[in-house]
């Protein structure tokens, strides 16, 4: 009886490791990782990443093979607007054994979640990662209030 | 029997540990013509410092660790710290020796050279 016991604990414990496997596949799935690689989501545009810093906002967006030239920026207000164009970068009288990675133009525009000074913006462009660090307006930053 | 039930317990309470960065193949262009094979890697946000590229035993490894500098609380995040790395069997025909790399805007470039013996040669035809 005792023995059977464990048995039967030890099934479930396989079952809810399966379980959770099929949970992290599943999570997996819906990541731009693991599952597909490249530098662009679903709709052909870079990644990007926005990053809250209190008195600025930072963005990263992945753009590999992209010069300063390639890329244009826009911001009016809250709204930002990222396009560039890959130009193909194929040599000439080259047999090609694999092409993955291809020319494509894009067009990306975000809504910045608070106001920014649109003056200051800096962006910054290494290693094929562009950051554009945006200073938030006066009435956006936060603002210590002191306990009367 | 308890000693037992706790031992399968243990085991699911400590799930094994997945790896710290994701692993992801760079995507790549590959060319040749009769001189070089060329390989391109997106693989944007690596230093230089930080890829590796290992020719051994006929395979090439292109390897590259990212990691982002960021500020501030994440938004949102589509892209992450992450490995990047590939495996390519190569012919006997590359020269090792002369194999090189270069990186620009996140993209790597690597010239593979052939060796001189597997170079095609014109073939003259001697009258007789």
Redesign the interface.
Known sequence: M??R??DF??MF?AM??LR?RMN?LFTDFDR???TD???V?AEGTP????????N???I?A??????KDDLNLRIQGNYLEISGTRKA???E?????????GAASFTRSFTL?ADVDTEKVEAS?K???LTLTLPKAEAAKPKQITIN | MSDKAELVKREETTPERSRQMPAVSPVVDIYENSDEILLYADMPGVAKDDITVNVDNGKLTISGVRKLAAAGAANWAEFGDVEYSRIFSVPQAIDVAKVNAELRDGVLKLHLPKSEAAKPRQIEIKAA
């Open positions: 005792w023995t016991v464990s604990d030890r414990g809810d490791l959770s992290r731009a990782y693991g690689y490249g530098w989501v990644r990007t990443n926005l990053y809250d810093a209190g600025h906002f930072e990263k992945e753009v590999p093979g992209m010069t970068d194929a040599p009288g080259y047999k090609a054994h694999r092409v993955e990675r979640p462009l290693d094929g990662i």
